[in-house]
């Protein structure tokens, strides 16, 4: 498979500049040129920047706040040797989390237009560095009726985006929050430097175990991995409406080759187009044991590593995912990205 060289390994710095962070106080402190300098020394290659359209669109005098931040960012990483990947999560009109308020991107011509314009925007001022700086489109289109509009949406912006970075990485993910058996989805034009880009958070019993904001999750559910599929059905069906269900035979565990069986379809799909395969988020929400965030971390790094597939772990701290919030099996979590 078609590699994605300076993006190999890498975390997100998700909450810095997005999930509607914007106060300057927060902006000034959550991650300091130390952070990136201790990213750098865990041997990762690069940081996935999420950061939300809000913080780009003028608001009075002077220049909005999000280019002071990722411009620190991009000085910081060139400094201590890693790449990044600049990654709108939120645009107007559309966000991954209903919570946020955002609706109509899809079916608005005036959100288009400000998509267009805030990747343009993107793409003169980052795209004159593409070894070391690519372009994430947009975090976790939902509904699979979207795909059609977002095919349309991609190739104008694509348009928009190569005359001012011809040669910059983009990624572009599918429907079902970048599902990774959505990415056939996808109706990419013809460029040798796009990437397939998906999310994994399989089985999600275990990895959004008691997450407040699954709203099908009961708040005390609490699962132990490794365990057997048919251990996995039975403790989810505690809780009917969850929808996370997994095939395979009941004494069948998950391990490695649950993932190999997820990732399969995606890692054909990018050998056919010849295109990178990318995993933008990954990881265990910290209500789960450390010894199940390892086990955990372990198999989807083995698959990632047998198929040759990029990645980026959610999330470095914080965001109830944050991997500097379990200092006791910090180390063997690193071995694991």
Same mark, same amino acid.
């Given at each position: 498979?078609? #590699?994605?060289?300076?993006? %190999?390994?890498? &975390?997100?710095?998700?909450?810095?500049?997005?999930?509607?962070?914007?106060?300057?106080?927060?902006?000034?402190?959550?991650?300091?040129?130390? @952070?990136?300098?201790?990213? *750098?020394?865990?041997?990762? @290659?690069?940081?996935?920047?999420?950061? @939300?359209?809000?913080?780009?669109? %003028?608001?009075?005098?002077? !220049?909005?706040?999000? $280019?002071?931040?990722?411009?620190?960012? &991009?000085?910081?990483?060139?400094?201590?040797?890693?790449?990044?990947?600049?990654?709108?999560?939120?645009?107007?009109?559309?966000?991954?989390?209903?919570?946020?308020?955002?609706?109509? $991107?899809?079916?608005?011509?005036?959100? #288009? %237009?400000?998509?267009?314009?805030?990747?343009?925007?993107?793409?003169?001022?980052?795209?004159?560095?593409? !070894?070391?700086?690519? $372009?994430?489109?947009?975090?976790?289109?939902?509904?699979?009726?979207?795909?059609?509009?977002?095919?349309?949406?991609?190739?104008?912006?694509?348009?928009?985006?190569?005359?001012? *970075?011809?040669?910059?990485?983009?990624?572009?993910?599918?429907?079902?929050?970048?599902?990774?058996?959505?990415?056939?989805?996808?109706?990419?034009?013809?460029?040798?430097?796009? &990437?397939?880009?998906?999310?994994?958070?399989?089985?999600?019993?275990?990895?959004? #175990?008691?997450?407040?904001? &699954?709203?099908?999750?009961?708040?005390?559910?609490?699962?132990?991995?490794?365990?057997?599929?048919? *251990?996995?059905?039975?403790?989810?069906?505690?809780?009917? @409406? $969850?929808?996370?269900?997994?095939?395979?035979?009941?004494?069948?565990?998950?391990?490695?080759?649950?993932?190999?069986?997820?990732?399969?379809?995606?890692?054909?799909?990018?050998?056919?187009?010849?295109?990178?395969?990318?995993?933008?988020?990954?990881?265990?929400?910290?209500?789960?044991?450390?010894?199940?965030?390892?086990?955990?971390f372990r198999d989807i790094h083995a698959a990632f590593e047998r198929c040759g597939i990029a990645r980026a772990a959610w999330s470095y701290k914080g965001m109830d995912f944050g991997l500097m919030d379990r200092p006791a099996v910090l180390p063997e979590l690193l071995k694991n990205l």
């Amino acid at each position: 498979m078609k #590699q994605f060289p300076g993006f %190999q390994r890498g &975390v997100n710095l998700g909450g810095w500049m997005s999930h509607e962070h914007y106060e300057p106080e927060h902006l000034a402190s959550f991650i300091h040129e130390e @952070d990136i300098e201790r990213i *750098a020394s865990w041997g990762l @290659d690069h940081v996935r920047l999420p950061v @939300d359209y809000n913080l780009f669109e %003028q608001q009075g005098a002077g !220049e909005p706040l999000g $280019f002071r931040y990722v411009d620190l960012a &991009v000085t910081w990483c060139r400094r201590h040797g890693l790449n990044l990947i600049l990654d709108l999560h939120k645009t107007a009109g559309f966000s991954y989390e209903e919570t946020f308020g955002e609706s109509g $991107f899809f079916d608005s011509e005036s959100y #288009q %237009q400000r998509f267009f314009a805030l990747w343009e925007t993107f793409a003169r001022r980052y795209g004159g560095d593409p !070894e070391h700086i690519a $372009f994430e489109l947009l975090n976790e289109v939902t509904d699979r009726a979207f795909m059609p509009a977002w095919n349309r949406i991609i190739a104008r912006v694509l348009e928009i985006i190569r005359p001012h *970075a011809p040669r910059t990485w983009i990624l572009v993910g599918s429907y079902g929050n970048n599902a990774v058996e959505a990415l056939p989805a996808l109706e990419l034009p013809e460029d040798d430097r796009l &990437v397939y880009n998906f999310h994994c958070y399989d089985p999600m019993g275990v990895t959004h #175990q008691g997450a407040y904001w &699954v709203n099908t999750m009961h708040l005390d559910f609490r699962l132990d991995y490794p365990c057997t599929r048919g *251990a996995y059905r039975a403790a989810i069906a505690a809780m009917p @409406d $969850f929808p996370a269900t997994v095939s395979g035979p009941d004494e069948e565990g998950f391990g490695e080759a649950f993932f190999l069986e997820r990732f399969a379809g995606a890692v054909a799909l990018a050998e056919a187009h010849g295109l990178p395969l990318y995993c933008g988020e990954y990881g265990v929400i910290d209500l789960a044991s450390d010894a199940t965030a390892v086990s955990w971390f372990r198999d989807i790094h083995a698959a990632f590593e047998r198929c040759g597939i990029a990645r980026a772990a959610w999330s470095y701290k914080g965001m109830d995912f944050g991997l500097m919030d379990r200092p006791a099996v910090l180390p063997e979590l690193l071995k694991n990205l």
